[in-house]
């Protein structure tokens, strides 16, 4: 399998990089390290089986462009799209096999798993409340894992049509609303808690990254199942099965 990463002068596309050259599976990476140039560009979707993305969300509407174009499959782990962007990923998983996940680790998917179970199971006299913590450079806040882990537990409460609400509250909390808290500082990788809050107790399920590399592992891992998989848009919750 031949692959492309985008963006592997990246600190993600540096580990995913690591990991993928030691790979047996792997039998040859393209990397696109400060290729802005289109024709260079097509040239590394045609001769890639996937292309990795974790370059930013702006990038993502030539990316797709190249990719239909070239019929690659694409994973993706870019954060901070809107309403735009996840269009752009609906069009092309049309036509290319597409696997987008915010988070691709094996244990914040088994979080939201959880999330999505415990919403379902505890009445709204829960308050329950997203908080994430990432390193001081991060941009996009909320992290796009928070906003998964929101729309995780709007899935398990049934709630049509969920739209996260990232303002800060004034007064007092409305009954059955998912509130976020975010933090910036340090080196932190990635921290993320969802309480369940009542009176009298409180339920926390938290998952805490020590280093990229577990995020690495999962895109490659991702990569591997997604070989010669129909047109269609995936998420890693597809390859696991908890």
Known sequence: MQIAIMGIAGKMGQEIFKIAEKDCDIADIFTAERI????????IFSNA???????????LKEHAKLAKENKTA??????????VEYKILTELAKTNAILYAANMSVGVNLLLSL????????????????????????????????????????????????????ELRDGARKSGEIGFSVARGGDVVGEHSVIFATDGEIVTLSHRANNRNIFAKGAILATKWLKDKPAG??????????
Do not use: C, W
């Not at 802005?36 to 040239?43: A, C, L, P, R, V």
């Not at 379902?120 to 329950?128: A, P, Q, R, T």
């Not at 398990?156 to 049509?161: F, P, Q």
């Not at 848009?233 to 908890?242: C, T, W």
């Open 49 to 59: 089986d996937i292309v990795i993305d974790f370059t930013s969300k702006n990038a």
């Open 115 to 166: 999330v999505e179970k415990t919403a379902s199971l505890i009445g709204e006299e829960f308050d329950i409340e997203i908080f994430e913590m990432h390193h001081r450079y991060k941009k996009d806040a909320p992290s796009g894992t928070a906003i998964a882990l929101g729309e995780a537990a709007a899935r398990g409460r049934k709630i049509e049509s969920y739209l996260p609400n990232y």
């Open 36 to 43: 802005t140039n289109f024709e260079e560009k097509n040239k």
């Open 74 to 83: 694409m994973v993706i782990g870019t954060t901070g799209f809107s309403d």
């Open 233 to 242: 848009l995936y998420s890693m919750q597809d390859i696991f099965s908890f």
